[in-house]
């Protein structure tokens, strides 16, 4: 898996690309994150719109994020997950804890509904 970062408006997109495994990707998620968090920038919206495959340990990935960014007072939301991801967000009952979207623009816009 890889992800790049870029921003748009009120918050900075994180596009993850290929297999969402967890591992030495988390770390460096993980890492990314608190360097935004240490630049003020603590909206985040995950776009997995090039996203393949997602196993356990991708899903426990989210979620550290998720709380990361809580925890500094921020949020994280998800958008453009394929209909596998999301029925894998469904059955663990995680579509519940994350704010998801359809698209990464109804993501970035929910930021501003605050």
Not at 3 to 27: H, L, Q
Request: net charge neutral.
């Amino acid at each position: 898996m890889s992800f790049n970062v870029s921003e748009r408006y009120n918050c900075v997109v994180i596009g993850f690309k290929g297999n969402v495994m967890g591992g030495p990707d988390a770390v460096n998620l993980n890492e990314q994150l608190h360097e935004l968090i240490e630049q003020g920038k603590k909206n985040v919206v995950v776009d997995l719109s090039k996203v393949k495959f997602m196993n356990s340990s991708g899903l426990g990935m989210l979620i550290g994020a998720l709380t990361t960014m809580r925890k500094a007072g921020g949020d994280l939301r998800i958008c453009n997950a394929a209909d596998k991801i999301e029925s894998l967000l469904i059955v663990t009952k995680l579509i519940t804890v994350f704010k998801h979207y359809k698209s990464l623009d109804e993501a970035i816009a929910s930021f501003e509904e605050k």
